[in-house]
């Protein structure tokens, strides 16, 4: 029934403008407003869109929402710190000083961070191509 369906993601925010802010500038991926429907696009690799789309009771995800596959997450972590952006740490999970939990045992090499309306995004190691 869906084989042919181009199925796309979505998730919340306390504020739109932040958001485009963010992830168009911060984060540097192609945003782009509906202003009709009143949210926002990302445009990502390989002609994937995300929705954001303001909530006004929005709470933030308690999970990763969105994970952005790198070569270097060093670097990656080290470039996203260079604009504003701080690494969580989560119990169970043993993160260096930039706060990356260098993989082992089949899981990737991973940093967690949150957009400004507190929803979890993370860097990891890009899968073996």
Request: hydrophobic share 40%; glycine share 10%; charged share 30%.
């Amino acid at each position: 029934m869906f084989e042919n369906s181009r199925a796309f993601s979505g998730f919340a925010v306390d504020d739109l403008e932040r958001a485009k802010e963010f992830y168009g500038t911060t984060l540097g991926l192609g945003v782009s407003e509906d202003e009709e429907m009143g949210l926002l696009r990302l445009d990502l690799a390989g002609g994937t869109t995300i929705m954001v789309y303001p909530k006004e009771d929005h709470r933030p995800a308690n999970c990763t929402i969105l994970n952005f596959p790198v070569d270097d997450v060093e670097r990656a972590v080290d470039e996203l710190t260079a604009r504003g952006v701080a690494f969580d740490r989560y119990e169970g999970f043993e993160a260096d000083a930039k706060g990356i939990v260098h993989g082992e045992d089949g899981m990737p090499t991973i940093a967690w961070f949150k957009d400004p309306a507190g929803n979890i995004l993370s860097v990891l190691t890009a899968p073996d191509r």
